[in-house]
């Protein structure tokens, strides 16, 4: 009998569904089975992990993606929210600046972008970071609290003087025209607060910083044929102690 090992297989599967899109398009697979690495840097042990802070252990981390070359941008993470009563799901990649011993802070429109909108009706969000060349994942649930007008303010200064315009600009997520639209809401902001570093762009009202209170974290070291580690650092509310379990890839 012919034994066909996974290249030939590919060669065949993927010669059937042509020959299957061939008659019928809607059936055409655009990307099928690409091909992925094994994760074989490293395993997470459960007697390294109990009794850590996961804030401090999710600052390690960060830390160890900081000094790695090969990661741009560590502080990248995919924030995904919800509304209610849809229960619509959607998600977008925004910036971590600040880690406190409360949350994960990120700054943003607080009044026009989906996400603040989701958040109206639903306090949940979730992060999921991804570093790669360490082949770890964290994932991190919560409650969204907004940062004081203070501690936005705090942050906005240390923004360029054009990205502090830019956010007077930009009614985040609605829609526009074409590009002259933005341009020329820019140009009028730029008017109002003049060209003199030394004059004060305050943040707007409607943009801040909110602040993710985690009610769960977890840590993903990937593993040889996707049998990966995953701990989780999980609490019944805010107010409780983390239990630390771990999960079935
Ligand atoms: C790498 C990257 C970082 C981003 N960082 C932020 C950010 O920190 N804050 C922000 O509001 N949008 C950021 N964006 C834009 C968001 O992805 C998104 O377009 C915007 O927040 C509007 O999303 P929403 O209307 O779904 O809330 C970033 C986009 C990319 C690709």
Redesign the pocket.
């Known amino acids: 009998m012919m034994r066909l090992g996974l290249p030939s297989i590919r060669h065949f599967v993927t010669n059937c569904s042509n020959k299957m899109s061939a008659t019928d398009p809607t059936k055409e697979k655009l990307i099928f089975a690409p091909n992925r690495y094994q994760y074989t840097k490293a395993s997470l042990h459960k007697e390294d992990l109990e009794g850590k802070d996961p804030l401090l252990l999710f600052n390690d981390w960060f830390q160890e993606a900081s000094k790695d070359s090969a990661i741009q941008?560590p502080e990248?993470t995919t924030l995904s929210s919800a509304r209610l009563p849809s229960g619509r799901v959607?998600s977008?990649?925004?910036?971590l600046?600040e880690l406190d011993h409360r949350g994960f802070i990120?700054?943003?429109?607080l009044e026009t972008?989906?996400?603040?909108q989701d958040w109206e009706t639903n306090p949940y969000a979730s992060l999921s970071f991804w570093w790669e060349s360490l082949q770890r994942q964290v994932r991190i649930e919560g409650i969204v609290e907004h940062l004081t007008r203070e501690e936005t303010e705090e942050y906005f200064q240390t923004r360029p003087r054009v990205s502090r315009i830019g956010a007077w600009a930009s009614p985040?997520?609605t829609v526009i025209q074409d590009r002259k639209e933005l341009e020329e809401r820019v140009q009028s902001y730029k008017e109002k607060f003049g060209e003199d570093e030394s004059v004060l762009v305050p943040a707007p009202k409607f943009w801040g910083g909110i602040r993710i209170v985690p009610l769960e974290i977890e840590f993903w070291q990937g593993g040889q044929y996707r049998l990966h580690d995953r701990f989780s650092f999980r609490r019944e509310n805010l107010d409780s102690d983390y239990q630390l379990v771990r999960l079935s890839p």
Request: net charge positive; aromatic share 6%.
């Open positions: 941008s990248s959607s977008r990649l925004v910036l600046k990120i700054f943003t429109n972008s989906k996400k603040a985040q997520s």
